[in-house]
């Protein structure tokens, strides 16, 4: 059992990466922007962080970079969830840019449930 | 050739008359000065031959006459006395020659004869006076003809001396540099256009030597400070008729407007990719959790139907990824940047990320590649898409447990990479649409198999935007093959 702070402006994608993370009992908890998402990284101490990268407020990249910069947030680890155009480019591009910004892994939207699931898993190894 | 033979003499007349007939000329005769000057102003004359003693007018006199009236007019004295003096006088008046009374039949063709070769070189001067004054007038008209276009061209030209000083610029390149009143004739290109990229360009262009071939540099390239007129740039090297390079030729061609064009359609391409594939992201998230039993059990018939959902959802996603992808190649934005490219390498690596797909239908690789194949200049992305859609094809239409066959070689100044399967096939009707946007083949085969039918308009822009080209041949229930030709570049 693990607490992960989950960051997307959708709702909608909030709630299904929850349903998937709950049935393994996780605790989930939900932010809604990127400014969000960081405040609860720093308040909550979450064991891992799903992070999307299109958001209006803050985007993952950055997200990502500010956390990686902060002496208590720094060793959690993050998944990028991104949703660029296309398949192929996105493991190079995603790739990149994780590389850029020190995401400890990412995955395209959508994910099989059960996919984000063992990611997380192995995530939390880490 | 005319003569006009002037004579009080009847003798002497129809003497010259006669010898001169013979020879083929036209000859006319008068009697005194006045009716010779009559014939002589119906025209045609060449040759008078003029006696100088005469009732009447004199002979000098009508000689006067005639070097003011028809100066072309070859004259011909003929003299009684045979003096040195008259004759002098005559010359000195503009005679050509003279003959003496009397004289032999020889003596009258010798005369004329000189006269008339006189005239045809004369002539022949005069020809080629004319041809000169023609071909002169020819040349400045051209001139100033082609002096004319290049100032009218919307695109700005730019011609260099091989030190890469300014000889020639029109009107359109003087508005790029904005410095219209200084004139920039005589300056180096860098003192006008202070723009590295462009000097760099000249200077590469001015140092071909005579053995590179004859072509050019093409080059995108920004004005202003942050750039915000962009120009692509084609300089090519001016040569003499032994190839030695005396210069260069650079023309601009206005893009800034494209520019725009283009970040319009980024900026579209972005909202769309958001805007779209989010919420179908979301949907099919949400659809999966109960497909994969996250809450609670379902029955079969559920399944079945959301299993349904589910791959219609998959195929709406790739149709808006391929729609992003291909419009971003028609704004000519997937060429990101081009690098070094081993081809093996990526074949393999999307190989492994189709195989579980192929495992489904037990489909074997098979995979030769030119052990020295070259690298290719090209882009990284690019190559990838091409690679993925061409053998995912090759693993969705075919058969069940066939071959995809790969194969990788060097053409001279291209790589040949040919892809093969032995599935279903192309039908000849269908053949020359394949590549055509939102075409798909339909069969009872095909229904099954999610597609866009941007796939392999797709793989056609992206092989075009490299300067290379695809082709394919295909027999029904046999199998299709692809042959990609890609250039290696510099």
């Known amino acids: 059992m693990a607490k992960i702070l989950v960051v997307d402006d959708d709702p909608d994608l909030v709630e299904s990466v929850t349903v998937s993370l709950e049935k393994k009992n996780h605790i989930v908890i939900p932010a809604y922007g990127g400014i969000e998402g960081l405040e609860k990284a720093k308040k909550e101490k979450p064991d891992a962080i799903i992070l999307d990268v299109m958001m209006p407020d803050k985007n993952g990249y950055e997200v990502c970079k500010e956390l990686k910069a902060d002496p208590v947030c720094q060793d959690i680890p993050i998944l990028l969830l991104t949703a660029v155009a296309s398949k192929i480019s996105t493991t190079t591009y995603t790739h990149r840019m994780g590389m850029e910004t020190e995401a400890d892994d990412y995955v395209d939207k959508p994910v099989e449930p059960k996919e984000l699931v063992r990611l997380v898993e192995r995530l939390l190894k880490k | ?490």
């Open chain 2, 1 to 490: 050739m005319h003569i006009l033979v002037v004579d009080d003499e009847k003798i002497i007349r129809d003497g010259s008359e006669r010898i001169l007939t013979k020879e083929g000329w036209k000859v006319e005769t008068a009697e005194n000065g006045e009716v010779g000057l009559g014939l002589l102003q119906r025209g045609g004359v060449q040759i008078l031959l003029l006696d100088l003693m005469m009732p009447g007018i004199r002979g000098m006199e009508v000689l006067k006459k005639v070097r003011d009236d028809y100066p072309k007019l070859i004259v011909i004295v003929i003299t009684g006395y045979a003096t040195i003096d008259n004759a002098v006088e005559a010359l000195k008046n503009g005679a050509y020659d003279f003959i003496s009374k009397p004289f032999t039949p020889d003596q009258l063709r010798i005369v004329v004869r000189r006269a008339e070769d006189k005239l045809k070189l004369e002539h022949e001067a005069e020809l080629l006076r004319r041809e000169r004054e023609r071909s002169l007038k020819d040349i400045a008209y051209e001139k100033s003809r082609t002096l004319t276009i290049i100032n009218q061209m919307a695109d700005g030209v730019l011609v260099t001396d091989k030190n890469g000083f300014l000889v020639l610029h029109n009107p359109a390149a003087t508005r790029v540099f904005g410095l219209e009143k200084d004139s920039p004739l005589g300056k180096h290109i860098f003192d006008w256009t202070k723009s590295k990229e462009l000097t760099q360009m000249v200077e590469s262009v001015l140092s071909m030597g005579g053995s590179n071939p004859p072509q050019g540099m093409t080059q995108e390239l920004g004005w202003g400070d942050p750039p915000n007129i962009f120009f692509m740039a084609h300089t090519a090297p001016v040569r003499n008729e032994e190839g030695e390079v005396l210069g260069s030729v650079t023309i601009f061609n206005d893009v800034t407007w494209f520019k725009k064009l283009d970040q319009m359609k980024s900026d579209f391409v972005e909202m769309v990719s958001h805007e779209l594939r989010s919420p179908l992201s979301s949907v099919r998230q949400l659809i999966a959790l109960i497909t994969d039993r996250f809450v609670g059990e379902i029955n079969e018939k559920q399944q079945e139907l959301l299993n349904k959902v589910l791959a219609r959802l998959d195929g709406l996603l790739l149709m808006i990824n391929n729609l992003l992808d291909l419009s971003r190649i028609e704004a000519g934005g997937l060429i990101q940047q081009t690098e070094k490219i081993f081809l093996p390498e990526i074949i393999q690596s999307v190989i492994e990320l189709i195989t579980p797909e192929a495992d489904k239908k037990n489909l074997h690789f098979e995979v030769t590649c030119d052990q020295q194949l070259c690298t290719i200049h090209a882009d990284r992305q690019g190559m990838e898409t091409i690679c993925t859609n061409l053998l995912s094809n090759a693993v969705k239409y075919n058969q069940e447990s066939g071959k995809v066959i790969i194969n990788a070689q060097n053409r001279g100044e291209f790589v040949e990479i040919k892809i093969a399967d032995t599935g279903v096939g192309i039908s000849k009707v269908d053949l020359p649409r394949i590549f055509d946007k939102f075409f798909r083949i339909r069969t009872e085969y095909t229904r099954k198999v999610i597609g866009s039918g941007l796939g392999l308009p797709l793989v056609k822009a992206i092989i075009e935007a490299h300067l290379g080209t695809i082709t394919v041949e295909s027999e029904s229930e046999k199998g299709t093959t692809f042959t990609v030709l890609l250039p290696r570049g510099i």
